[in-house]
């Protein structure tokens, strides 16, 4: 009998992560989702300090998930559709790199699924115009505070959620 696979890591920075973390967490597979910032140079940078954009860290998702429910490549395809990946460092009113579109790949073998993921989705005509997201090794991963923490889930009624998340949410099908 071959012994389960463990869990695996994957990463994803999507404009503010308040908008992608509830689409992630309703996946199948998926175990748990952290908000958090990664992909810049500042150690532990805080809320504050990554919204000025000056740290190059990215509003970012990291995913634990099981990878005999799930695959990379569903989660990768989830990611094209959780936001726009033509808007160069920006999703809708959210402006700077703070906000950009990101995988950050914890291995050669995600690096390659991404990489392949993106031309496909060049070329399948989704998008109107170019996918600008970046494609870059995982680096450090700061959870931000904990109040960002399933910020939907906790927050449904707060006008942001009304009027930015849960469309996303009817969009994709997800609980709202």
């Given at each position: ?38 992909g810049g140079t500042t150690p532990n940078p ?75 989705e060049n070329k399948s005509g989704h998008f ?9 090794p995982a680096g450090v991963f700061y959870p ?33």
């Amino acid at each position: 009998m071959t012994p389960p696979r463990p869990a695996e890591t994957a990463t994803f920075a999507g404009g503010c992560f308040w908008c992608i973390e509830e689409i992630f967490r309703q996946q199948p597979g998926v175990s748990k989702v952290v908000s958090g910032y990664t992909g810049g140079t500042t150690p532990n940078p805080t809320y504050r300090e990554v919204c000025g954009g000056d740290t190059g860290h990215a509003e970012a998702i990291q995913i634990t998930f099981d990878p005999q429910t799930t695959s990379y490549g569903k989660l990768l395809a989830v990611f094209w559709t959780a936001h726009d990946p033509t808007q160069l460092n920006r999703q809708g009113a959210d402006v700077g790199t703070q906000y950009r579109s990101a995988i950050f790949t914890h291995s050669d073998a995600q690096a390659a699924a991404a990489r392949t993921a993106l031309e496909t989705e060049n070329k399948s005509g989704h998008f109107s115009r170019p996918i600008v997201t970046e494609i870059t090794p995982a680096g450090v991963f700061y959870p931000a505070e904990d109040y960002h923490q399933e910020y939907y889930r906790l927050n449904k009624r707060a006008p942001y959620c009304r009027m930015v998340i849960q469309p996303k949410l009817k969009k994709l099908g997800l609980e709202d």
